[in-house]
């Protein structure tokens, strides 16, 4: 075929790998009406393995863009986690601890959850379907150019990265090669990256000389704790239980450092174990119990815990990489999935405010910045964890060993990043702590904690964090304090005159003129459901009925009625901004908004 | 079309009428198998108007056939009752009280709800599409004939009723008759039902003087109380403000004796007065607050009270009649719609277990003493509550009007009847009380309490209410007690060595041999979750590991531990028979499992 028949198309973000990663940007940017492609070199989604754990931050994410329904419905909950160790008495093992599994209370979703990746992807695909979106596959990129020279321009009309992309048609063998001219890439192509290849990004860290296996099955056993997140230390190696779907269980398996590696090579060999083999090291460390052989496996394999970060993000503010193609750990913690989907939902708001010529390019360093020093403690995380959880136990013989102590310490020191929750972005153009005093019970560059509220109309309760949607406009919180007094009344009355001035950040970051496309306001006031008026408030507090809230507990039931001392929040009020992402962006007593507009100078464009 | 060539055609159950009592019905017996079929007069589906709203016990109902969700996205809630009266200063109204709408706390829905009859209709079309039922219309029964000879037959090929249908073809204007032989005919044909007529019930009661209209709108307005449901006592008539979904908002406006009554006959006269005179009416008893003529009304109407109630529900078990085609009542209260989805959710699972042949035809008798009774206990209600509501309020000119304490006592006095928990079915075949003191927390002939519990093997927790689907099953709960402990253990397994004997209950009543297919047996210890070993408990009572639970809290959150304190159950243990329509039928100590015998024995066919 002559060069010049060759395909070509525009587009303003191009995707390259449907996985977790790529799918949360690709729903995210479709949401928000922006031009985007997805293309993967899979033929088909993935169908088995591959699971992990979804953290209750996840959860939460997915829930901000009205995906988490289903991820409840079909996902197993972990609840509990169990500790078995060696007995003094029977030679085996015995339960030593049950705690919770998530060690954080403040989530909406206090537990883990465990679905395989298809069904995760499935939820994407079947919203991106709703929006007119499909995944290109099996589409392979073959090059990729970035024009020096158009690279700084960001004119609707420059697309400054060009990228040849090869349709594999495995039924016929023939291929063919297209070109999209695109604004943004987004290489979320897994731990073999060609994105990061292609620009020469370099992997930092090590290969740790674990080596475990993977067996998913449905088990026959009278070990009491198959349904919960179990880790057994025992003399005879470590076992960890991962309860999944339905009846199955995921166990991984520590082998020995010999029994899967060739010796010539010094490499992992699959071939030289299977599940059966597997299972036989995993039944030495159940004993007392016993796990019956089945007689299928869903899925096995065997790996080695590597911990890598690549050393850079992204490459000029224009092709960013995401996902497995920038971190690699262990699986056992159940990280993956979680670090790779928070990653562009991280990246996803700042591309869209870019592309709408809201915000300058700068706001794309912060991704970098916010989530290669987040994979960074990740990987020290890891490595400490998986470190405890390789070793031997401390026993009467072994007094070097590692100890339940230790060990539980280690989960519960850890609980932010097993849970997702303790995510905490450093100070930025877009996390000014400034004002952190006027709210201690918020942190400022963590998400915004959960709290029952009730709808000052109609007492309805309502989770904050579902008012918060990843609608890709920032959320300006009015803590209005008690406005059944009068008094206060007058203070939230100026607070709104003076927001509504045209040189405040309402005004000059709402380049449409429309204030609500790029915010939304909520109030909250400290008055009580029988006194509070919802109509009191000041119009701009309140474009819709639905938009004023209490801190007050519901007619019935006992939620609620401490937001501003879960918050710590003065009956003077406050006024806290949120970010697109969920993450508390700048808090401001109700004189300070000239701060609020020095943030939004920050990365506005300035119109 | 000469005779002989009409359609005919067999069917277990016929249903006449598809509004909420029908398609409960045809819902319930589609699910579990039954051949039924359903018509209904209507040419198309209701569209607008003829709300009502939604009590919790009849959210708790939908959720039990797993239909709630949609309702819940769907509905408005009610969380506050707001009570304004004459104000002895302004001489309008002011805000005199604002409590809970529901006033029982034991629901897992505390909230009234409000959605149009055609959404509610949708749900169970929608629903019954899935299993591959349509609504036959527009279609009337002609004739209806129960056959003296057959009736009492319960063989499976004996059909004893025999209805003449006509279809009518609105475009063409031509009818098409079939016959259909069918076992049962279910009534559900609305307040003038053919049925009823058909064969002569009466309906017995009377009509009030009290004359209300309606309109729907989305009013723009200045009172605070206009998304709570609010009742104004003014001196200038009263009316009552439901919310609805969206924006709108329905009231009632109780009009004056002569405003709508035509001089001649006497009787309402829709041509009389309008949606505008209606709000001229409402603007007067808002005053000082204002609200606006709209630019349209949603829906209007007026109305009489009438309250009455049929003077029976079924002709020889064959024939039943239900919802509206038996009683008439305000529709203030909001009870309508609920008293007759619950209508049929009490007679389905009585005809799924005659029609396969469990239980006796006796069983169906039930139906009209059950729901009778609650028919005339809620006219009893309906008249006192409506009295009030008419009359003027009480103040320093009227001495005798109806004081807002009085209005409030009988708000919620009469909490049981609007909340639709309250519903008590007395003693009878399938309530019996003889060990109501073995769980005074529960009550034998109420529904089943929520309650949240605990999974043993993997701490997830569950409300016992979604425990128990409208699945036609009868739920045994086995209250093991302390099963962490090795005696209540011993206990627990004789209990279970005599439960599984082949005279006692759970093998008379499964006629088919496997027991799980009348049963479901779900077992709830009050070990504690670091103590519980799932496991320990015998087969019969862990048919899997998800049946077994533990009355302890959460592993985080402060849900649960409480079932036992709750209910009233010692440690000791007890037994609990559900009906499969979620009512306490039975309770027994683990040595009286005889009496349970004889309850099943009380409406078994004795196979």
């Known amino acids: 075929m002559p060069t010049n028949l060759i395909k070509t198309s525009e587009v303003d973000v191009l995707i390259i790998g449907a ?68 007995s003094p008495d029977t030679g085996g093992i015995e339960l030593t601890d049950r705690i919770p599994d998530v060690s954080e209370t403040a989530t909406p979703y206090p537990f883990e959850l465990t679905l395989h990746q298809g069904a995760i992807e499935a939820i994407f695909l079947d919203s991106m379907r709703g929006m007119g979106v499909e995944v290109s596959r099996p589409v392979i990129p073959i090059s990729m150019q970035l024009s020096e020279k158009e690279k700084h321009s960001h004119h609707i009309d420059v697309y400054p990265v060009r990228v ?133 496996f869903d899925w096995w394999t065997i790996y080695t815990i590597g911990q890598r970060v690549a050393s850079k993000y992204c490459v000029d503010e224009r092709i960013f990489i995401a996902g497995d193609a920038c971190h690699t750990h262990s699986p056992k913690a159940g990280q993956g999935m979680n670090a790779s989907m928070n990653d562009t939902h991280n990246l996803a708001w700042k591309l869209i405010h870019v592309i709408r010529g809201w915000a300058r390019p700068s706001l794309l360093k912060t991704y970098e910045l916010e989530r290669r020093t987040y994979a960074q403690d990740l990987i020290s995380f890891d490595k400490e964890f998986a470190k405890l959880f390789s070793q031997k136990p401390k026993t009467q013989h072994n007094k070097e060993g590692v100890s339940h102590e230790d060990f539980l310490k280690a989960f519960q020191t850890f609980g932010g990043f097993t849970s997702g929750i303790g995510i905490h972005y450093g100070e930025s153009s877009i996390v ?13 560059g963590k998400r915004m904690p959960p709290q029952i509220l009730i709808r000052a109309a109609d007492a309805r309760p309502f989770e904050l964090q579902d008012l918060l949607p990843s609608d890709t406009r920032f959320k300006v919180l009015i803590f209005a304090g008690d406005t059944s007094q009068a008094t206060q009344r007058a203070k939230v009355d100026n607070l709104a005159v003076d927001m509504s001035a045209s040189h405040r950040f309402l005004k000059t970051y709402s380049p449409s003129g429309d204030i609500f496309a790029a915010f939304d306001i909520l109030s909250i006031s400290s008055a009580t459901k029988s006194e509070v008026r919802y109509n009191e408030l000041p119009k701009l507090f309140r474009s819709h009925w639905s938009k004023v809230f209490i801190d007050d507990q519901e007619a019935r039931g006992r939620r609620g009625g401490d937001a501003y001392t879960n918050y710590g929040i003065y009956p003077t009020g406050v006024v806290v901004i949120v970010r697109p992402d969920g993450y508390v962006g700048m808090i401001a007593p109700f004189d300070k908004l000239q701060d609020v507009d020095q943030y939004f100078r920050g990365f506005t464009s300035g119109f």
Chains 1, 2 share one sequence.
């Open 19 to 86: 996985g977790p990663a790529g799918l949360m940007a690709c729903n995210a940017l479709a949401k928000a009406g922006i031009s985007v492609r997805i293309v993967d070199q899979r033929p088909n989604k993935v169908a088995a393995g591959q699971a992990d754990g979804i953290q209750p931050r996840t959860i939460e994410v997915l829930q901000s863009y009205g995906l988490a329904d289903r991820l409840l419905t079909e996902g197993n909950q972990l609840h509990m986690a169990a500790f078995y160790n060696p």
């Open 164 to 296: 040849t992309l090869q349709t594999v048609e495995p039924m016929f063998g023939q291929a063919k090669t297209e070109v999209v001219h695109t604004k943004y890439v987004i290489g979320a192509d897994g731990a073999h990256s060609w994105v990061r290849k292609r620009f020469g990004i370099a992997m930092e860290g090590e290969q740790t000389e674990y080596i475990w296996g993977v067996v998913d099955m449905v088990p026959e056993t009278n070990f009491p704790d198959i349904r919960n997140r179990t880790a057994i230390h025992s003399n005879n190696g470590s076992c960890m239980i991962i309860p999944r779907e339905g009846d199955k269980v995921r166990l991984y398996i520590q082998l020995g450092d010999n029994a899967a590696v060739d010796s010539a090579s010094g490499r992992v060999d699959k071939d030289k174990v299977g599940p059966h083999k597997l299972l036989d090291v995993a039944k030495k460390s159940f004993y007392p119990y016993t796990i019956e052989t089945p007689e299928s």
């Open 432 to 444: 000014a702590t400034l004002h952190q005093s006027y709210a201690r019970g918020l942190s400022i």
